[in-house]
């Protein structure tokens, strides 16, 4: 088992796995470049650990504003993945109003130590927040998603 395997285990911990996350790219891979909260239309009581999935769609919309609105953030990377959990973060909080230039509401779910995996585990992903059984992490391929600056 690699590192990232192990950190993922050793963060589990339960029989019942660890709760996870679909998120579009890019917003997915700017959690681990700055982005502390993730904007969602209904509120959660959960607070804890959580895997982050970058699903398998992107949001093209989504890439043109944090390359117009975040350009610091946007020269951080230049590929990312698809369909695959691509690191961890700490969710304290969900709130209604916050300071971080990333929230936009209605609800913000406020994240913590993001740990960027150096390799992603491949998933198939579900809306909302999501159970992942310990023993249901994927060995298939993920896609890569390159772009170039316009």
């Known amino acids: ?22 998120i ?12 502390d909260i993730e904007n969602r239309t209904k509120p959660s009581k959960y607070r804890g650990p959580l895997l982050i999935h970058a ?3 992107s949001d093209r919309e989504g890439r043109a504003f944090i ?8 020269r951080k990377f230049d590929f990312y993945v698809l369909g695959c ?17 990333w929230f936009f509401g209605p609800y913000g779910y406020v994240f913590e130590n993001p740990v960027l995996f150096r390799k992603p585990i491949p998933y198939k992903g579900k809306l909302g927040l999501f159970n992942i059984p310990d023993n249901q ?10 772009y170039h600056p316009v």
């Not at 790219?25 to 982005?35: D, E, L, S």
């Not at 390359?67 to 946007?74: C, R």
């Open 1 to 22: 088992m690699d590192k990232d395997g192990q950190m993922l285990m050793g963060i589990q911990g339960r029989e019942n796995g660890m709760k996870a996350i679909s």
């Open 67 to 74: 390359e117009k609105t975040f350009p610091d953030v946007y």
């Open 85 to 101: 959990i691509i690191g961890k973060v700490a969710m304290v909080d969900c709130v209604t109003d916050h300071p971080s230039r």
């Open 137 to 146: 992490i994927g060995r298939a391929s993920c896609r890569e998603r390159v």
């Open 55 to 57: 699903s398998l769609r």
């Open 24 to 35: 579009k790219q890019p917003w997915a891979i700017t959690i681990f470049r700055g982005k």
